[in-house]
């Protein structure tokens, strides 16, 4: 089936520094990928969604100047975090979607959590 | 505009005993729908998705969900739960006419006591 690897799957940074967080897609081609946050106890907030080749359209709210995405590839999406606080602390999951054929699949990655300090 | 309810934050039950996780749905076009299953600290797998055709879905790990339209629902059961069914639960809705995004319900945690 598809597989989605996103690395790191934890990070601990200083507050002030940048964090990249790379989302692939390992056996299937994948046009769009999306960022989602998670807050402890709380469902995914979508963040952003990311087209291979063009820029990324944000949701409402997002800082794009502060969580940058590049989706250079067909199958690498990266999230930078710049500048990180500790209010940016929280779990950070990709997606990505493929045309199955008749309908959208999506395949999410493993998740990585962000530590501030 | 497409809206995913989970009626309960929280469900306990004992180890053997039926599973019922609800979710109401709505949407402006005939809805794909999802249920993922989420582990502390994981990503999510998904469980079982319904795409227009039985409405009667069956999942992996003994899961299945019911599509009904004049209920708006699409609960998630299983007859006998597991020490390892313990998690999180989503009920997820494609939003659009092509089902561009994924519109997440808030989750429901599942306790399963022995």
């Known amino acids: 089936g598809a597989v989605v690897s996103q690395h790191p799957s934890r990070v601990i940074c200083k507050s002030g520094t940048s964090v990249k967080i790379e989302c692939r897609s390992l056996?299937?081609?994948?046009?769009?990928m999306f960022w989602y946050r998670q807050f402890p106890k709380q469902s995914l907030m979508l963040m952003a969604t990311s087209n291979e080749g063009s820029k990324a359209t944000y949701e409402q709210g997002v800082e794009k100047d502060k969580f940058l995405i590049n989706h250079a590839s067909l199958t690498l999406s990266t999230l930078t975090v710049t500048s990180a606080h500790p209010e940016d602390s929280s779990f950070y999951i990709c997606s990505a979607r493929a045309w199955t054929g008749a309908n959208y699949g999506y395949t999410f990655g493993s998740g990585t959590r962000l530590t501030v300090v | 505009a497409q809206s995913v309810t989970q009626l309960d934050s929280h469900v306990s039950v004992s180890e053997g005993t039926p599973v019922l996780l609800r979710c109401n749905y709505s949407s402006s076009y005939s809805p794909s729908l999802f249920w993922y299953v989420q582990h502390p600290n994981k990503g999510l797998q998904l469980l079982l998705k319904y795409t227009s055709a039985a409405t009667l879905v069956k999942g992996i790990n003994g899961f299945e969900a019911e599509f009904k339209k004049s209920e708006t629902s699409f609960h998630l059961t299983k007859p006998s739960a597991h020490m390892s069914d313990a998690a999180e639960y989503f009920c997820?809705?494609?939003?659009?006419?092509?089902?561009?995004?994924?519109?997440f319900g808030a989750g429901t945690i599942l306790r399963v006591k022995s």
């Open positions: 056996d299937f081609q994948a046009t769009t």
């Open positions: 997820v809705v494609s939003s659009g006419e092509y089902g561009n995004k994924l519109v």
